[in-house]
């Protein structure tokens, strides 16, 4: 049987080998993994969403973090996404999550999450995203 094999953007790509078919999620060109206020307003609402604010101690000693946001510093990530689960929960104070666990990383203004976001992807975080604005566009909209 000939392989087959196509992406819809933005959408799954499939692949045919033999009688076996898998799928997966891809990503679009559109950016899909960059978050905005009101995603994170609604996700975090839901509680829908782990959000790990990135930045420096004290930055977050200056401006304080986002509602709902656990702290782990930019450098600290990829150590902190290998702890085991109880040394992880002691540390943050929160559970580990999971490879597929809705991780949503913020910074100030959204590059070093967007690093972030590209060191959980290698780790294998699938559905880790980052909020594109960071704390100055939480402080634009919450003023």
């Not at 604010?53 to 782990?72: A, C, F, N």
């Amino acid at each position: 049987m000939p392989w087959f094999g196509y992406v819809v953007p933005g959408r799954f790509q499939r692949s045919e080998i033999g009688p076996f078919i898998t799928t997966r999620r891809t990503m679009s060109s559109t950016g899909s993994r960059d978050l905005h206020y009101d995603d994170i307003v609604s996700l975090s609402s839901k509680k829908e969403i782990i959000l790990i604010d990135v930045r420096e101690p004290d930055e977050i000693q200056e401006t304080g973090k986002l509602p709902g946001s656990t702290h782990i510093p930019l450098g600290d990530v990829p150590n902190a996404l290998n702890l085991n689960d109880g040394a992880f929960k002691e540390k943050y104070g929160i559970e580990k999550p999971g490879l597929d666990a809705p991780i949503v990383f913020s910074c100030r203004s959204g590059k070093r999450s967007n690093v972030a976001l590209q060191k959980a992807l290698a780790l294998g975080f699938s559905n880790s995203r980052h909020y594109a604005g960071g704390w100055l566009d939480w402080e634009k909209n919450t003023k």
